[in-house]
């Protein structure tokens, strides 16, 4: 079973920066993506980020484009969410994703990181 471990969210004021880091628990090559939703308190949830564990195919929702940057770390089995610029409409509860070889979906999501974002 497959663990995804979530930390580094907290409250920051607008224009301010945090970075989340998700850890998984077997190793990435079981792995081909990994990824970021978001759910604000009244909201659906909605997609964020999402990367290959190789580094590659970078996608981004077009709210978080040129402010939030997704990365790897082979070696540590982590994947980041840097967030820069923030605003209170980023203020949501952050949820890890990863997709297993084979699939096409996200099967396995963390249990989520508060991020809050003050004006």
């Known amino acids: 079973q497959v663990q995804l471990v979530e930390s580094g969210g907290g409250l920051v004021q607008a224009g301010g920066s945090l970075r989340v880091s998700c850890a998984a628990s077997?190793?990435?090559?079981?792995?081909?993506?990994m990824g970021w939703f978001r759910q604000a308190p009244g909201k659906e949830r909605e997609f964020v980020a999402a990367?290959?564990?190789?580094?590659?195919?970078?996608n981004y929702a077009d709210s978080v484009k040129g402010r939030f940057t997704i990365a790897t770390d082979k070696a540590k089995n982590t994947v980041y969410l840097q967030m820069n610029s923030l605003k209170p409409e980023d203020t949501a509860v952050y949820y890890c994703v990863a997709r297993p070889a084979g699939r096409e979906v996200y099967v396995y999501w963390g249990q989520g990181t508060q991020v809050t974002v003050s004006s």
């Open positions: 077997v190793r990435t090559s079981s792995l081909t993506r």
């Open positions: 990367i290959n564990w190789t580094g590659g195919n970078i």
